[in-house]
């Protein structure tokens, strides 16, 4: 199984990145995907996840609005649109899969413990 995150980089305070999240070994539809993130001296944070379904969706109150996630499952993959990027939102960048079946409705931003498979995380860095 792997998670390959990839679409980090340098970016300006405003500017925008995509994530992609690029999944093998796994039947992909049947997968909830998360994104967390890790800044230096911080706890690991749910971003945004993305239901096996594709109909459920949550962000963190301080992405909402800015972020979107979405997947293509005949890509094995899912997205992360970053718009607006805020120095603070500086981290490592990480996706993760947990199995749930498909057509579930389930994911979390919380539950980092319910996701089975982890990728090795991409790095944003916004700043002047």
């Known amino acids: 199984v792997q998670l390959q995150a990839s679409g980090g980089g340098l970016v300006q305070p405003g500017g925008s990145l995509r994530l992609s999240c690029a999944t093998s070994?796994?039947?992909?539809?049947?997968?909830?995907i998360g994104w967390f993130r890790q800044a230096p001296g911080k706890e690991r944070e749910g971003v945004s996840c993305?239901?096996?379904?594709?109909?459920?969706?949550y962000y963190v109150d301080s992405v909402r609005g800015r972020f979107t996630i979405s997947r293509d499952n005949a890509k094995n993959t899912v997205y992360l649109q970053l718009n607006s990027l805020k120095p603070e939102e500086t981290a490592v960048y990480y996706c993760?899969?947990?199995?749930?079946?498909?057509?579930?409705?389930?994911?979390?931003?919380?539950?980092?413990?319910?996701?089975?498979?982890w990728g090795q995380g991409t790095q944003v860095t916004v700043s002047s």
């Open positions: 070994g796994i039947t992909f539809d049947y997968y909830a």
């Open positions: 993305i239901s096996a379904s594709d109909s459920t969706t």
């Open positions: 993760a899969a947990g199995l749930r079946g498909r057509g579930n409705n389930w994911c979390s931003l919380n539950s980092k413990t319910r996701y089975d498979y």
